[in-house]
């Protein structure tokens, strides 16, 4: 389907410009315990040199995690998440690196800080409907926000699509109490929180109803490495890029705009061709 356009202001930084060329969001967890790279990346130095390897492989945006959501993950103290971000954004806008940052966090008050020290975008995976404080510091800050659903109550039976519209006016209710410009909200359907695999896979075929239904706000595509793949695959972490590749390509395809990926230079050449397939390629 033809991809819808939206201009995002940052604060700090030139606007996001989302439309037929999607932008790819590297992960960076600074975490000992991520389902796929924990522990890789949680040292300053180590995650500065892993930054700049994703903006060369062709990443637009730094999404920065201090806590695993892996089912069974404990909980991080707040001190704690950020004492592992923190000096991190401090090293790359130190370093001089420019791109937007985003903080992966559930906690207000470490979205706060980072957005202080140079963060640009909030990465919520409670979707504003964990603390209310997320989407007033957004608001307050001018921040884009990305929603990520995650409603524990899902089950088995759950109806995919429906449910997950109806949930996401609830994020959009929060949004608006706290001042939040809806056009500043960014989805993300959450694939492998609470979902089966039936349910990941229906997900993905109807992101373009998803789309069509929140016509103003971007999609974030989030499949890499994860469970619907593996299950399927039966294999590791480090043996899905292809699965991820072909969920991104499909994503892409059914409207999505900005995909979370760990594997930024292979994602980056298959969006690529997935644009020149849909739209011809760059004239020279």
Same mark, same amino acid.
């Given at each position: 389907m033809p991809h819808t356009t939206h201009t995002i202001p940052l604060r700090h930084r030139p606007p996001l410009v989302l439309g037929q060329r999607a932008l790819v969001m590297g992960i960076l967890n600074v975490?000992?315990?991520s389902f796929s790279d924990g522990g890789t990346h949680d040292h300053v130095d180590a995650a500065l040199a892993h930054a700049r390897q994703m903006l060369a492989e062709g990443a637009d945006i730094i999404d920065i995690g201090g806590e695993s959501t892996r089912p069974g993950a404990e909980p991080v103290p707040v001190q704690v998440e950020l004492d592992r971000i923190m000096p991190?954004?401090?090293?790359?806008?130190?370093?001089?690196?420019?791109?937007?940052?985003?903080? *992966?966090?559930?906690?207000? !008050?470490?979205?706060?800080?980072?957005?202080?020290?140079?963060?640009?975008?909030?990465?919520d995976v409670n979707g504003l409907q964990g603390a209310p404080e997320m989407a007033e510091i957004a608001a307050v800050m001018g921040a884009p926000i990305i929603a990520m659903?995650?409603?524990?109550?899902?089950?088995? *039976?759950?109806?995919p699509l429906p449910a997950m519209l109806?949930?996401?006016?609830?994020?959009?209710?929060?949004?608006?109490?706290?001042?939040?410009?809806?056009?500043?909200?960014?989805l993300d359907p959450g694939f492998g929180f609470t979902k089966t695999?039936?349910?990941n896979y229906s997900i993905l075929r109807q992101l373009a109803d998803l789309t069509r239904a929140f016509p103003d706000n971007p999609l974030l595509v989030g499949t890499s490495r994860k469970s619907m793949i593996g299950k399927l695959l039966d294999n590791q972490p480090?043996?899905?890029?292809?699965?991820?590749?072909?969920?991104?390509?499909?994503?892409?395809?059914?409207?999505?705009?900005i995909f979370r990926v760990h594997d930024v230079a292979a994602?980056? *050449?298959? !969006?690529?061709?997935?644009?020149?397939? !849909?739209y011809n390629p760059p004239t020279a």
């Amino acid at each position: 389907m033809p991809h819808t356009t939206h201009t995002i202001p940052l604060r700090h930084r030139p606007p996001l410009v989302l439309g037929q060329r999607a932008l790819v969001m590297g992960i960076l967890n600074v975490t000992p315990d991520s389902f796929s790279d924990g522990g890789t990346h949680d040292h300053v130095d180590a995650a500065l040199a892993h930054a700049r390897q994703m903006l060369a492989e062709g990443a637009d945006i730094i999404d920065i995690g201090g806590e695993s959501t892996r089912p069974g993950a404990e909980p991080v103290p707040v001190q704690v998440e950020l004492d592992r971000i923190m000096p991190v954004i401090d090293a790359l806008r130190a370093a001089g690196i420019t791109a937007p940052i985003s903080i *992966d966090t559930m906690k207000p !008050l470490v979205a706060h800080q980072a957005l202080e020290a140079g963060a640009d975008i909030v990465n919520d995976v409670n979707g504003l409907q964990g603390a209310p404080e997320m989407a007033e510091i957004a608001a307050v800050m001018g921040a884009p926000i990305i929603a990520m659903h995650w409603d524990r109550s899902w089950t088995a *039976d759950t109806d995919p699509l429906p449910a997950m519209l109806a949930w996401y006016e609830a994020t959009f209710a929060a949004g608006a109490a706290a001042g939040l410009d809806p056009a500043r909200i960014i989805l993300d359907p959450g694939f492998g929180f609470t979902k089966t695999l039936t349910q990941n896979y229906s997900i993905l075929r109807q992101l373009a109803d998803l789309t069509r239904a929140f016509p103003d706000n971007p999609l974030l595509v989030g499949t890499s490495r994860k469970s619907m793949i593996g299950k399927l695959l039966d294999n590791q972490p480090h043996q899905r890029l292809p699965g991820t590749i072909a969920t991104t390509v499909q994503g892409y395809e059914r409207g999505g705009h900005i995909f979370r990926v760990h594997d930024v230079a292979a994602n980056s *050449d298959a !969006l690529r061709v997935a644009e020149a397939t !849909l739209y011809n390629p760059p004239t020279a």
